[in-house]
């Protein structure tokens, strides 16, 4: 096993270095539970760029990994599972910021990703944006049988009640940066060729202004591991490769090593893709990473924390005390 520290200071993140690990072969891997209930969550930050108004614009990227009580009924976290056992199944949330600017004005958006730990399996996605021309928000429910929810726009006619056909073996792309992780054992062998029902992701389906519905993807695992170098370090990472029927690809490497987190993806859109069907290709290098209970970091001298995932950090007129991570 072989650890390098790569320096950020190079990219203005003011980060002194960030520890990167890799390996030649796997041992034995944690247990899940044991991993993933300890009181934390995982927080990973990203160098992240994306195409929009046919321009390429640099912003920032977090995703957030934590398991939480969650209501089968009411698709909501639970404050008290002991209270009602029976409607109570644990999950696994994923809540994916993006931020960018364009010219004058930012974008702020989330996508909020919850499965069922058990076999991560997506039960409800919930998407956000909020830039200077208004606010748009969107909830989907899924099961086997239907999937239903509620667009609200601020654009005239695209505000809308959402039902979709149930998809036993559909994928949702938000779910990719879950599922390809192989949290409880590798999603595909390698070498091996999975063809699914996809549901474009919400903030692809936002900045192109597409309708919801089923399309069709070939999720590939590439027969080799790759070293790769990003900010964070260099990774020997598992490739999946994943090709969508409207021209899209998507390149996803895995760190090989669990927790595996995704030290690198992007997407891209066909040689044959129109102007509406670029906007929203995007790329992400992983920066830094961190296991914290972050919703008590939340004192001014707090975004000193931010060092860890190699992001910018905001002015703070004192420092805070350590928390026990």
């Not at 698709?75 to 910021?97: C, E, G, I, Q, S």
């Amino acid at each position: 096993m072989k650890i390098s520290l790569i320096p950020l200071s190079a990219l203005c993140f003011g980060v002194l270095a960030v520890a990167a690990v890799t390996s030649t072969g796997r041992g034995a891997e944690p247990d899940f539970s044991s991993f993933w209930h300890d009181g934390r969550a995982e927080l990973d930050g990203y160098l992240w760029s994306v195409s929009r108004y046919g321009q390429r614009r640099s912003g920032e990227c977090v995703m957030i990994y934590v398991t939480e009580p969650f209501s089968e009924s009411k698709r909501v976290k639970v404050d008290d599972a002991a209270r009602d056992p029976a409607d109570t199944f644990d999950a696994l949330k994923l809540n994916l910021v993006r931020d960018f600017q364009t010219g004058i004005y930012d974008y702020n958006t989330m996508t909020s990703v919850f499965c069922r730990s058990e076999d991560f399996a997506a039960v409800k996605i919930s998407f956000s944006s909020a830039e200077w021309c208004g606010h748009v928000y969107e909830e989907l429910r899924l099961d086997p049988r239907r999937g239903s929810g509620q667009l609200f726009s601020y654009f005239q006619g695209e505000s809308s009640t959402i039902t979709l056909d149930g998809k036993p073996a559909g994928i949702s792309e938000d779910n990719l940066f879950i599922l390809l992780r192989g949290l409880r054992g590798d999603y595909l062998r390698p070498g091996q060729t999975r063809s699914v029902p996809f549901l474009p992701g919400a903030f692809h389906r936002r900045l192109t202004h597409s309708p919801i519905r089923w399309r069709s993807a070939e999720i590939e695992r590439l027969a080799e591991l790759q070293t790769v170098e990003v900010p964070a370090g260099e990774f020997l990472t598992i490739v999946y490769v994943v090709r969508t029927d409207d021209g899209r690809e998507g390149r996803f490497f895995i760190e090989d090593d669990y927790p595996h987190r995704i030290v690198r993806w992007t997407w891209e859109a066909g040689s044959s893709g129109s102007r509406r069907g670029r906007e929203a290709s995007e790329t992400g290098q992983l920066t830094g990473t961190a296991r914290l209970k972050y919703w008590q970091l939340n004192d001014n001298g707090d975004e000193r924390y931010l060092d860890r995932l190699g992001l910018r950090q905001a002015t703070s007129p004192q420092s805070g005390p350590d928390v026990d991570e």
